[in-house]
């Protein structure tokens, strides 16, 4: 009997997997997302070499049905290094900066197209779309960049041009629907920031008008007198 309740468990767990996926979750990155087949990990944030404190860190998903080249990266950064040779101020600085230091330099490189869209619903994005050759093989990529809560995010599909448009739908699918969050780290720090008892102090209204513009929200600004 516990044998065939413990046979039922993992049946129901392995469709369960197959029908909604595994949900996967990087707090230090502020990521989560559903995986799904042929989807599979083959490296996330833990004991990565591709992560490091600064934070820079590469998780790949390869395609579980394919030995050719099939996998879904996403590469997040953030840092004062990272910060410094970036200085992106909005999503498309960080777009230029990225093809500049990545992509400017392919000699093959032939651009299929590249377009402003969202991730999720609502979160801003750009894509692009190109091919080049890797020992004789074409091999097609598909490339988005945004930023969420501070982190730089590139999120890619790349596979061998034969088989690209076969898991394309699958692979936009997974990509479209990763949620952003607070990274658990940045959150703890912020909760537990101690701040001063003019920033914490329940105002009143009056308090409110003795405040310095740059603690004023907008409409108060514009109507207080200069």
């Known amino acids: 009997m516990i044998f065939l309740s413990i046979i039922t468990i993992f049946f129901i767990h392995y469709v369960y997997a197959e029908v909604y996926g595994i949900e996967y979750t990087e707090n230090d990155l502020g990521i989560k997302f559903d995986v799904q087949p042929p989807w599979n990990f083959t490296s996330n944030s833990e004991n990565n070499k591709f992560c490091d404190n600064e934070v820079k860190c590469l998780i790949t998903l390869d395609n579980t049905l394919e030995n050719q080249l099939n996998t ?14 970036c200085q992106c101020d909005s999503l498309i600085n960080y777009v230029q900066f990225d093809y500049n230091r990545t992509y400017s330099s392919i000699n093959d490189f032939s651009l299929i197209g590249d377009n402003e869209t969202n991730l999720n619903g609502d979160k801003p994005a750009w894509q692009m779309e190109y091919t080049n050759s890797n020992n004789n093989k074409s091999i097609n990529h598909l490339i988005l960049w945004t930023i969420s809560n501070g982190m730089f995010y590139k999120i890619s599909y790349h596979g061998n041009t034969n088989i690209y448009p076969t898991y394309l739908h699958s692979a936009k699918e997974l990509i479209k629907n990763i949620q952003f969050f607070v990274p658990i780290k940045d959150s703890e720090i912020h909760s537990n920031k101690k701040l001063p008892s003019f920033i914490t102090t329940n105002n009143t209204k009056e308090q409110i008008k003795k405040q310095p513009s740059f603690m004023m929200d907008t409409k108060e600004s514009k109507d207080s007198p200069p």
């Open 72 to 85: 879904i990266t996403v590469l997040a950064e953030r840092g004062k290094e990272f910060e410094t040779k």
